[in-house]
């Protein structure tokens, strides 16, 4: 049987800042400050040391289909509060019963499964555009979704946008742009997968013909040719670090070197498909390795988020500054994240403004 070395097996060198990767026998190399927490975080296939207290948000995350160990994941990495938007299940929804049942479930028993591991948990509301092409369940979706954005924890309505860029889609991003003026809330944007430059551009024309503050608008899924005008008109501009289809880790941190952290934000998009939980934080590593001012680094994985998020008013640096405890033997209508003989986890999480750095 092969013998696997751990994280606490590394010989580390305090002086030289480095160690023996137990996988490879690389070099791996880290800034030292104010103390190193032994936390694995793969990045290219190896644990990467990651500062103890460093803080991320993670702005786009549909966590309803990630699992417990995901969320131990990225509270170790630092994720402190994700952001879930209203998103496609990977097979179409047939009914509008079975919709708001999925728009309740991120709403309750999401926030609380979050909440059970020390990460604060909000949510985006909408009609998301792959959807929108089922006339009649999109039009009775539409009729709900003003219960549902006024809600405790709505940050912004979304995904919205466009897939196809059909008719339909863009009746029903009207629709739902008009609704994010009346409740005064942010916006998220889907960009469509093909198409993407032509779709961007009419996504903006649209909301500048509703006369949308693109202060308070999130365009996502953006890549390298859509950027500059997404920036150049005053949207804030989303990257979802999901290798080979929207963006990788090292091309982003090029994005921010060229571009600057203004308006940037980092996401994992982690869903269903083969993608990452952990982007965000392995995103931010790999910038600080690449020279890229922890400054930045904050703006792009967490100031920037909360900007524009916390115009929601939803949205608070205290909610994970001064949160509630961790109580893993409270229980959500009889459910608990825990099995028959598993331990609850009990205690109070202690954060503060000074543990926010990057190194």
Same mark, same amino acid.
């Given at each position: 049987?092969?013998?696997?070395?751990?994280?606490?097996?590394?010989?580390?060198?305090?002086?030289?800042? =480095? +160690?023996?990767?137990?996988?490879?026998? *690389?070099?791996?190399?880290?800034?030292?400050?104010? &103390?190193?927490? %032994?936390?694995?975080?793969?990045?290219?296939?190896?644990?990467?040391?990651?500062?103890?207290?460093?803080?991320?948000?993670? @702005?786009?995350?549909?966590?309803?289909?990630?699992?417990?160990?995901?969320?131990? +994941?990225?509270?170790?990495?630092?994720?402190?509060?994700?952001?879930?938007?209203?998103?496609?299940?990977?097979?179409?929804?047939?009914?509008?019963?079975?919709?708001?049942?999925?728009?309740?479930?991120?709403?309750?028993?999401?926030?609380?499964?979050?909440?059970?591991?020390? #990460?604060?948990?909000?949510?985006?509301?909408?009609?998301?555009?792959?959807?929108?092409?089922?006339?009649?369940? +999109?039009?009775?979706?539409?009729?709900?979704? @003003?219960?549902?954005?006024?809600?405790?924890?709505?940050?912004?309505?979304?995904?919205?946008?466009?897939?196809?860029?059909?008719?339909? =889609?863009?009746?029903?991003?009207?629709?739902?742009?008009?609704?994010?003026?009346?409740?005064?809330?942010? #916006?998220?944007?889907?960009? @469509?997968?093909?198409?993407?430059?032509?779709?961007? /551009?009419?996504?903006?024309?649209?909301?500048?013909?509703?006369?949308?503050?693109? &202060?308070?608008?999130?365009?996502?899924?953006?890549?390298?040719?859509?950027? %500059?005008?997404?920036?150049?008109?005053?949207?804030?501009?989303?990257?979802?670090?999901?290798?080979?289809?929207?963006?990788?880790?090292?091309?982003?941190?090029?994005?921010?070197? %060229?571009? $600057?952290?203004?308006?940037?934000?980092?996401? *994992?998009?982690?869903?269903?498909?083969?993608?990452?939980?952990?982007?965000?934080?392995?995103?931010?590593?790999?910038?600080?390795?690449?020279?890229?001012?922890?400054?930045?680094?904050?703006?792009?994985?967490?100031?920037?988020?909360? +900007?524009?998020?916390?115009? *929601?008013?939803?949205?608070?640096?205290?909610?994970?500054?001064?949160?509630?405890?961790?109580?893993?033997?409270?229980?959500?209508? $009889?459910? *608990?994240? /825990?099995? &028959?003989?598993?331990? @609850?986890?009990? =205690?109070?999480?202690?954060?503060?403004?000074?543990?926010?750095?990057?190194?």
């Amino acid at each position: 049987m092969e013998n696997k070395r751990g994280f606490d097996d590394i010989p580390i060198r305090p002086a030289a800042n =480095e +160690a023996d990767c137990p996988c490879c026998g *690389s070099r791996l190399k880290w800034k030292n400050a104010e &103390g190193l927490a %032994r936390l694995e975080l793969e990045a290219a296939g190896h644990p990467v040391p990651v500062a103890a207290g460093t803080m991320f948000i993670d @702005p786009h995350a549909h966590m309803i289909s990630r699992s417990t160990d995901d969320y131990q +994941a990225m509270a170790r990495a630092g994720v402190v509060a994700v952001v879930e938007p209203s998103f496609w299940l990977g097979q179409p929804r047939t009914n509008l019963g079975s919709y708001l049942d999925y728009l309740s479930t991120i709403l309750g028993f999401e926030k609380f499964r979050a909440g059970q591991f020390g #990460i604060r948990h909000y949510c985006c509301i909408g009609l998301n555009p792959k959807e929108a092409n089922n006339q009649a369940l +999109a039009e009775a979706v539409l009729d709900a979704l @003003p219960t549902f954005a006024v809600k405790e924890g709505v940050v912004a309505l979304g995904e919205l946008g466009y897939d196809e860029q059909s008719a339909q =889609e863009d009746k029903c991003l009207r629709v739902q742009v008009d609704l994010a003026i009346e409740l005064d809330l942010p #916006i998220m944007i889907h960009t @469509p997968h093909r198409d993407k430059h032509r779709g961007t /551009l009419r996504t903006m024309d649209v909301l500048a013909e509703h006369r949308f503050d693109p &202060g308070r608008c999130v365009i996502d899924h953006n890549t390298e040719e859509t950027v %500059r005008e997404v920036l150049d008109r005053g949207y804030f501009a989303a990257f979802s670090i999901y290798p080979h289809t929207k963006m990788g880790n090292e091309r982003m941190t090029e994005i921010v070197r %060229r571009y $600057g952290p203004e308006r940037i934000i980092v996401d *994992s998009a982690c869903d269903w498909g083969v993608s990452d939980p952990l982007a965000v934080p392995k995103t931010a590593v790999l910038m600080a390795e690449r020279g890229i001012a922890p400054s930045a680094i904050r703006k792009v994985t967490y100031d920037n988020a909360l +900007a524009v998020y916390g115009l *929601s008013g939803a949205m608070k640096q205290s909610d994970w500054l001064d949160p509630e405890p961790i109580d893993q033997s409270t229980l959500f209508q $009889g459910n *608990s994240v /825990l099995r &028959g003989g598993q331990t @609850p986890r009990i =205690e109070a999480p202690q954060r503060s403004m000074g543990d926010i750095r990057i190194a």
